[in-house]
T-cell receptor, first 113, second 119 residues
Framework: AQSVAQPEDQVNVAEGNPLTVKCTYSVSGNPYLFWYVQYPNRGLQFLLKYITGDNLVKGSYGFEAEFNKSQTSFHLKKPSALVSDSALYFCAVHGSGNTPLVFGKGTRLSVIA | GAVVSQHPSWVICKSGTSVKIECRSL??????MFWYRQFPKQSLMLMATSNEGSKATYEQGVEKDKFLINHASLTLSTLTVTSAHPEDSSFYICSARDTGAGLSNQPQHFGDGTRLSIL
């Protein structure tokens, strides 16, 4: 079974500082990993994905994530946080075929001015 | 890019009412759509997988007679909450993947969700 874990419920960071939101995964076979962001009362917006290739994946709004196979991690990062980055972030994984995403519990990011 | 439209965005109704939520893929065809439910400050819980032209596949613990899913075309899936009660109040989100370019490379795209409040 595929699963992801987000160990932090909440991450606080000062504006302009780098941010990291952690995610670890457990899959059988090749992992297809994703990050999404959710703003209040909205659906999820796709940020980035790792399918294969370079371990460092760049996505929307300046976010990037590093795939680390030995640590089974896929942490989301941004070099300089903005107040507007404050939202709920979800790590997700899906298996082969058109199977649905399985989500982590989410991490609330608060960027303080 | 791929867009999923969900309607309505907000519903308030009396207990016992049935509520229909529509999910449309606007610029791609989706043979499969996914329905999720999200409780406050929690993650998304997959309710069912909607399959065009056939029966939906429900996750364990989800009542198929309570949550009726119809996927009559390649761009439309509907979720009907029948005889809704206050415990059905939640945020419902649909999702679809554009499978035209290959399954494994495509992210799921999400509607903006429907906030359902049953009084």
């Amino acid at each position: 079974a595929q699963s992801v874990a987000q160990p932090e419920d909440q991450v606080n960071v000062a504006e302009g500082n780098p941010l990291t939101v952690k995610c670890t995964y457990s899959v059988s076979g090749n992992p297809y990993l994703f990050w999404y962001v959710q703003y209040p009362n909205r659906g999820l917006q796709f940020l980035l994905k790792y399918i294969t290739g370079d371990n460092l994946v760049k996505g929307s709004y300046g976010f990037e994530a590093e795939f680390n196979k030995s640590q089974t991690s896929f942490h989301l990062k941004k070099p300089s946080a903005l107040v507007s980055d404050s939202a709920l972030y979800f790590c997700a994984v899906h298996g082969s075929g058109n199977t649905p995403l399985v989500f982590g519990k989410g991490t609330r990011l608060s960027v303080i001015a | 890019g791929a867009v999923v439209s969900q309607h309505p965005s907000w519903v308030i109704c009396k207990s016992g009412t049935s509520v229909k939520i529509e999910c449309r893929s606007l610029d791609f065809q989706a043979t499969t759509m996914f329905w999720y439910r999200q409780f406050p400050k929690q993650s998304l819980m997959l309710m069912a997988t909607s399959n065009e032209g056939s029966k939906a596949t429900y996750e364990q613990g989800v009542e198929k007679d309570k949550f009726l899913i119809n996927h009559a075309s390649l761009t439309l899936s509907t979720l009907t909450v029948t005889s809704a009660h206050p415990e059905d109040s939640s945020f419902y989100i649909c999702s679809a993947r554009d499978t035209g370019a290959g399954l494994s490379n495509q992210p799921q795209h999400f509607g903006d969700g429907t906030r359902l409040s049953i009084l």
